[in-house]
């Protein structure tokens, strides 16, 4: 059973840049695809970036792409996504996720865990 925690969250203004961090423990991350999701107020989840077991394949979603970047360290068991460029719009709580699979998907049913999510707010 691999438990997600994710931190790094917080305040920012509109071009920050913010790098949120999700910890596992109870299992080697490296043996996992891992993802970042985010949820805003009153919308479903969202697929932002996801990357394969060996760190080296990473997938993006449109909105994020250029401006998002994905990236783990399983001597650590920690994966990250940096932030640039931050808008409004990124506002919501991120969340890690892992799943078995070999590659990353779009979809939240396709991971087996979840952390509780950390908050982002883009203020202008």
């Known amino acids: 059973?691999?438990?997600?925690?994710?931190?790094?969250?917080?305040?920012?203004?509109?071009?920050?840049?913010?790098?949120?961090?999700?910890?596992?423990?109870?299992?080697?991350?490296?043996?996992?695809?891992?993802?970042?999701?985010?949820?805003?107020?009153?919308?479903?989840?969202?697929?932002l970036a996801a990357i394969n077991w060996s760190g080296p394949t990473a997938s993006y979603a449109d909105s994020v792409r250029g401006r998002f970047t994905i990236s783990r360290d399983n001597a650590k068991n920690s994966v990250y996504l940096q932030m640039n460029s931050?808008?409004?719009?990124?506002?919501?709580?991120?969340?890690c996720a892992a799943r078995r699979g070999v590659s990353g998907s779009p979809l939240p049913g396709a991971y087996n865990y979840w952390g509780q999510g950390t908050q982002v707010t883009v203020s202008s």
């Open 1 to 47: 059973q691999v438990q997600l925690e994710e931190s790094g969250g917080g305040l920012v203004q509109v071009g920050d840049s913010l790098r949120v961090s999700c910890a596992a423990s109870g299992g080697a991350v490296s043996m996992y695809t891992m993802a970042w999701f985010r949820q805003a107020s009153g919308k479903e989840r969202e697929f």
């Open 86 to 95: 931050l808008k409004p719009g990124d506002t919501a709580v991120y969340y």
